[in-house]
C-alpha cells in the first residue's frame, strides 16, 4: 500500500507549487495565443472586418455570410468535393492500413519484415511538395514511367493525367494511401503485439486455421484500437487536407480540386474576404466536433470505447 | 536560401520546443497540482476545434509574426500529440526517484533538469527528431505567411518551382509543341529533381536513426490520446 498523505488546503498547494505553474507558463501562454485567441476570433464569421478597426471594431453582420455560402452557385459543389475526399480519406483508405498490419504479423522472416518496414514507413516522412514533384515525373504525358508502361503495352501514352479531372480523385486516393500505410499500421502492429498469445494457441488446439485466427482473435482483440483511430479520424472528414489538394490543383481539375480547405485559402488570404472565408471554416470546424462526440458516443454505446 | 540561417532557426525551433514540451510534460505529470484536468483538457480541446485559418492568420498579424522568422518557430511550438507523449514517458518514470530528490532538497527545477531530462533521452530523442522533421518539411508558412522571399524556407522555394513548372507545362498543349519544348523543359526539370534529393538526403540520412523508435513513439500517443 502507498502512503498517501492528507491533502493541504487549496492555497498552501498553490503556493507550494508556484514553481511548477512558472515551468508552465509558456505552454500555457502558447495555447492561448496560438489556439484560443484565434477561436475567439470567430465571431469574425459575423462581421465585417476591416484593417482598420480589427476584429472587435469591426460592425456585426449577422448570419450574412452563412446566407451568403449557402445559396451561392459554389456551396454544392464545394460541400461534394469536400465530402468526396473526407471519404476517400477516412474510410476508403481506412481499412488498408489493418491489413498491411495483419499481413506483417503473419511474416515468418523477421528480416523481410524489417525491409518491408523500413520502405513503407518512408513515405510519411517526405514533404507534400516532394510527393507531388515525383507524381508530376510519374505521371507526365509522353516522357512519365506510367505513360510510357502505357505506350509500351500498346496503349496512348500521352494522358496528362494531373490535368484531367476524371483522375484526380483517384490520383488522390494513391498517393495518400502510398504515403500513409506503413506509419498508420505502427498502431496497429502495436495492439497485434499485445494480443493474448494464449488465444492462438486454445484457437489451434480447436483446429483454426490462419484466416480464421485472424478473423476471430486478431481482429476482435484490436477493435478498441481500430474504433479510436476510426473516430479521430472521422474528426478529419471535412478537412481534406489542404496542402496536398492546394499542390494537386490544375487548371484541368480545378472544378474537383476545390474543397472547403481550399476555398478558405483562395477568399481569404488571397482574396482578403476575411469574415465570408471565417465563416465558412466555422461551419467546417463545428461539423468535424460534432461528427466526433456524435461517434465517439456510438462507439461509447457500441463497442464501449471512447475517445474520453 | 541561406544555410547557416535556415540551420540557426532549425536549431533555435528544436530548442525552444523541446524545453517547453517537457517543461509542460513534466508539470503536467504532477498528479495532486491544482488545476491539472482543466488545463490537460483544454489543451487537448484544440486537437479537436480550432479558430480556423483566417482567425489564425489575423492573429499572427496582431502578433507580428507575419513576414518574421519568428513564424516557422512559435506557430509549431508545442504539439498536443508530443505533450502526451512526453508526459506519459515521465509517467513512467518511478515516483520514488522524484521523492528521494525532494528529500535531499531538490526544488522542482532540480528534479526536472537533473533527474527526468537524463532519464527521458529516448522520447526526447523522438520528439525531437519528429518536430524536425516536420519543421523541414513545412511549405505552408512560408508560402502564406511570408512575402519576403529571402527568408523562404527550401520546400517553399520547392514549391515556387513547382508551380511556375506546372504553369509552364499548361502552356504545352499538343505533343509537338512539347516536343519543341524539349530542349528547355529537360533544364528546368533536372533543376527540379537536383532540388528534391537536396531536400529529401537530409531525412533520408536521419531516417534510419529515428526507425526504431517509431514503435514506441506512435504506441504512446495512440493509447493515451
Known amino acids: 500500500m502507498q502512503y498517501e498523505p492528507p491533502k493541504q488546503p487549496l492555497g498552501k498547494r498553490l503556493f507550494r507549487y508556484w514553481p511548477l505553474y512558472v515551468m508552465l507558463l509558456p505552454c500555457i501562454v502558447y495555447y492561448i495565443l496560438i489556439c484560443y485567441v484565434p477561436m475567439a476570433g470567430l465571431v469574425l464569421a459575423f462581421k465585417d472586418y476591416s484593417f482598420k478597426k480589427g476584429i472587435w471594431g469591426s460592425p456585426w453582420v449577422g448570419l450574412r455570410y452563412f446566407k451568403t455560402f449557402f445559396s451561392s452557385y459554389d456551396a454544392p459543389r464545394l460541400v461534394k468535393n469536400t465530402l468526396t475526399v473526407g471519404v476517400i480519406k477516412c474510410i476508403l483508405e481506412f481499412p488498408f492500413a489493418i491489413i498491411l498490419a495483419l499481413m506483417l504479423n503473419e511474416l515468418r522472416s523477421m528480416k523481410f519484415k524489417k525491409v518491408t518496414q523500413t520502405v513503407t514507413y518512408l513515405p510519411h516522412f517526405l514533404s507534400s511538395i516532394i510527393i507531388v514533384t515525383m507524381l508530376q515525373r510519374i505521371l507526365a504525358p509522353n516522357t512519365g514511367v506510367l505513360n510510357q508502361a502505357i505506350s509500351a503495352l500498346g496503349g496512348d501514352g500521352s494522358t496528362f493525367f494531373l490535368m484531367d479531372a476524371k483522375y484526380f480523385f483517384r490520383i488522390l486516393f494513391s498517393m495518400d494511401l502510398w504515403r500513409n500505410i506503413g506509419w498508420d499500421s505502427i498502431i496497429y502492429l502495436a495492439a497485434i503485439s499485445s494480443v493474448d498469445t494464449s488465444l492462438y494457441e486454445a484457437s489451434e488446439m480447436d483446429g483454426c486455421g490462419k484466416l480464421k485466427k485472424m478473423w476471430h482473435i486478431t481482429l476482435p482483440s484490436i477493435r478498441g484500437t481500430i474504433g479510436l483511430l476510426f473516430i479521430m479520424g472521422v474528426g478529419g472528414l471535412l478537412s481534406s487536407g489542404v496542402e496536398q489538394i492546394w499542390l494537386l490543383r490544375t487548371p484541368g481539375n480545378m472544378s474537383l480540386a476545390d474543397t472547403l480547405d481550399v476555398f478558405v485559402l483562395r477568399t481569404g488570404i488571397q482574396g482578403g474576404q476575411f469574415g465570408y472565408a471565417t465563416a465558412i471554416g466555422l461551419i467546417q470546424g463545428f461539423v468535424g466536433l460534432v461528427l466526433v462526440v456524435v461517434c465517439n458516443k456510438l462507439s461509447k454505446k457500441v463497442t464501449e470505447v471512447g475517445l474520453w | ?225
Open chain 2, 1 to 225: 536560401m541561406h544555410i547557416a540561417s535556415l540551420w540557426r532557426e532549425q536549431e533555435s525551433e528544436l530548442f525552444l520546443s523541446l524545453m517547453v514540451t517537457t517543461m509542460a510534460g513534466f508539470v503536467l505529470k504532477q498528479y495532486d497540482l491544482p488545476g491539472r484536468k482543466p488545463i490537460t483538457i483544454l489543451i487537448t480541446f484544440t486537437m479537436l476545434f480550432g479558430g480556423g485559418m483566417i482567425p489564425t492568420y489575423i492573429q499572427y498579424k496582431n502578433l507580428h509574426l507575419l513576414n518574421s522568422f519568428w513564424v516557422y518557430v512559435i506557430p509549431s511550438l508545442v504539439s498536443v500529440t508530443y505533450l502526451i507523449m512526453v508526459r506519459s514517458f515521465f509517467e513512467g518514470i518511478p515516483d520514488s526517484l522524484e521523492e528521494s530528490a525532494k528529500l535531499d532538497g531538490c526544488g522542482y527545477f532540480q528534479i526536472y533538469t537533473k533527474i527526468m531530462l537524463p532519464l527521458s533521452k529516448p522520447v526526447i530523442a523522438v520528439v525531437g527528431l519528429y518536430t524536425a522533421v516536420n519543421h523541414w518539411n513545412d511549405w505552408f508558412a512560408g508560402a502564406f505567411y511570408m512575402s519576403n522571399t529571402k527568408l523562404w524556407p527550401v520546400q517553399t522555394v520547392l514549391q515556387q518551382m513547382l508551380t511556375k513548372a506546372m504553369s509552364s507545362q499548361r502552356e504545352v498543349t499538343s505533343v509537338a509543341q512539347a516536343l519543341a519544348h524539349n530542349t528547355a523543359s529537360v533544364t528546368s526539370d533536372s533543376l527540379k529533381m537536383a532540388a528534391v534529393v537536396v531536400t529529401t538526403v537530409p531525412i533520408l540520412c536521419v531516417y534510419p536513426f529515428i526507425q526504431k523508435y517509431f514503435a514506441q513513439g506512435a504506441m504512446i500517443g495512440a493509447v493515451k490520446g
